[in-house]
């Protein structure tokens, strides 16, 4: 990598070390240090059409992770707009520090220079994890290692099964089951749930077939989780027809699960889209309805169908009133405007009860079933369906 060049990509070390230096108008090379794993080369270039502000050169054999102009614009883009632009001030300031550093001729100031490099590069580790995660989550969707956990709902009244919540499940083949409140965040952030998810939906649909087969009862439904970035695709809902379609299942079975957070953006393009779905049939449940914003005037902008009660309210409303109200309120609030609610995060009995005594009618959680496999989940409805 050489000073001057063109920049199309950037670098992190995984093993072996780099010198980096600068080359003044004079033709005398100032030597910036060196870098070794853990560290990020090359990422200014990719922030700016500016060319490479330093020259890099390998002092050991290294190994290195690379990082394409095209993967950084598109994580920003769909990154929240401050982030991104906080990233982008961060790079061209850093740009910034070593064209300076070219008329440094003291080493006080020279230290001083490296000292603010070092505050950037404090950071690079985490980015660094961040990006093999992001790699090897891709080569899990293209390789199969990605597969799905049913958990499900419950009539609170009968005790009846209605349908279940499809969750995407990662086994790493060295690392293992994979956390999925860390690899669904970094999916999102860089655009890799949008297949996942398509994915995720495509065999959540052929296994409601197979199940509504096995149980003899074509009324159950699935409901699966969406990122904010499907639905800026306008084709979204037409796909997800188009694949109910091919599995031989009513789109009425089809469960849409979203968070406050999509709604809250207050698009007129996921307005058209959200009502395309329910003009299909489908149903708009929100997620962990309650956490975070207080707004609710969405309620009566998008055509929600579904309020999921967040198990934080659930798990707590035995022993604190505050959360035994908000339950109440979430309840009649649903009741009010014609929502489906349903409790997520049930693990008592003492719990179940008092939802049910309180009017809500639906609810998921440990006391039922955890998180299972469609051939577990086939057996369950069978011995649901002998009792």
Request: glycine share 6%.
């Amino acid at each position: 990598m050489r000073q001057g060049d063109p920049g199309h990509c950037a670098f992190f070390i995984q093993s072996g070390r780099v010198l980096i230096s600068l080359t003044r108008p004079d033709g005398s090379v100032l030597q910036m240090g060196n870098r070794g794993p853990g560290s990020l080369i090359g990422e200014m270039a990719i922030v700016d059409d500016g060319p490479r502000s330093a020259s890099v050169q390998a002092i050991e054999d290294c190994r290195l992770l690379e990082i394409s102009k095209h993967d950084f614009t598109r994580a920003l883009r769909n990154s929240n707009p401050i982030v991104g632009l906080v990233t982008r001030l961060i790079l061209l300031r850093y740009r910034d520090i070593l064209q300076r550093s070219e008329n440094i001729r003291d080493f006080d100031g020279l230290t001083s220079v490296l000292e603010q490099q070092e505050q950037v590069h404090a950071e690079e580790s985490k980015v660094l994890e961040l990006v093999r995660m992001a790699n090897e989550f891709r080569i899990a969707v293209a390789r199969q290692q990605l597969f799905l956990e049913y958990q499900p709902f419950v009539n609170l009244d009968t005790g009846e099964i209605l349908g279940f919540e499809a969750l995407m499940r990662w086994q790493h083949p060295v690392k293992g089951r994979m956390r999925p409140d860390l690899f669904i965040p970094m999916a999102e952030d860089t655009g890799l749930i949008i297949e996942a998810t398509r994915w995720a939906f495509r065999e959540s649909c052929a296994t409601l077939k197979r199940l509504q087969l096995s149980s003899g009862n074509p009324d159950l439904f699935i409901s699966v989780n969406f990122s904010a970035q499907d639905f800026d695709d306008p084709h979204f809902p037409d796909e997800m027809l188009r694949v109910t379609q091919a599995a031989d299942i009513n789109p009425t079975a089809i469960h849409i699960e979203i968070t406050e957070r999509l709604l809250l953006r207050q698009s007129e393009h996921v307005k058209v889209v959200l009502n395309r779905c329910r003009d299909f049939g489908m149903k708009i449940a929100i997620d962990d309805f309650g956490t975070g914003y207080s707004s609710l005037s969405y309620l009566h902008q998008y055509p929600v169908t579904t309020l999921k009660i967040d198990q934080s309210f659930v798990r707590n409303m035995i022993t604190d009133s505050s959360s035994l109200s908000l339950v109440k309120t979430i309840i009649s609030l649903s009741e009010n405007m014609g929502f489906e609610t349903i409790a997520e995060g049930v693990e008592t009995l003492e719990q179940a009860q008092l939802l049910a005594s309180l009017k809500c009618h639906v609810a998921q959680g440990y006391y039922y079933a955890r998180p299972m496999s469609e051939s577990a989940l086939i057996d369950m409805l069978g011995t649901a369906g002998n009792a």
